[in-house]
């Protein structure tokens, strides 16, 4: 036999905005200012990591044009291009998603350090 249990909903409570958060939606100079500050910040981290993934990238096929030879070379009977994917592209695009997980997560730490400051 089945049985349901249930609990009483829990009421949340009405979230109040600062004031410093509610200057981001006021339509003047000083709420455009902390926006575009933010959104700058959001691009120089995402730009600074598009960059060597951009470049890692377009590395490998550079690779294969130069090193016509390395689509018949073989690392312990594994074919060279599968080592330099598995192990020169894939692990270093990895690390760049945890450098801008971290970067991107700090930007927006400081933004709101900022505005709970005022």
């Given at each position: 036999m089945r049985s349901v249990v249930r609990a009483r909903p829990r009421q949340v409570p009405a979230r109040v905005p600062s004031p410093a958060t509610e200057d981001l939606f006021e339509e003047d100079e000083y709420g455009r200012t902390l926006?575009?500050?933010?959104?700058?910040?959001?691009?120089?981290?995402?730009?600074?990591?598009?960059l060597p993934a951009g470049?890692?990238?377009?590395?490998?096929?550079?690779?294969?044009?130069?090193?016509?030879?390395?689509?018949?070379?073989t690392v312990l009977g594994v074919p060279l291009a599968l080592v330099l994917l598995g192990g020169g592209i894939y692990p270093p695009m990895v690390l760049l998603?945890?450098?801008?997980?971290?970067?991107?997560e700090r930007v927006e730490r400081q933004f709101s350090d900022l505005l709970q400051d005022q």
């Open positions: 926006l575009g500050s933010l959104i700058r910040a959001q691009l120089g981290v995402t730009v600074s990591v598009l470049v890692l990238l377009c590395l490998y096929p550079l690779l294969a044009v130069l090193l016509p030879g390395l689509a018949q070379a998603g945890v450098v801008y997980v971290r970067r991107a």
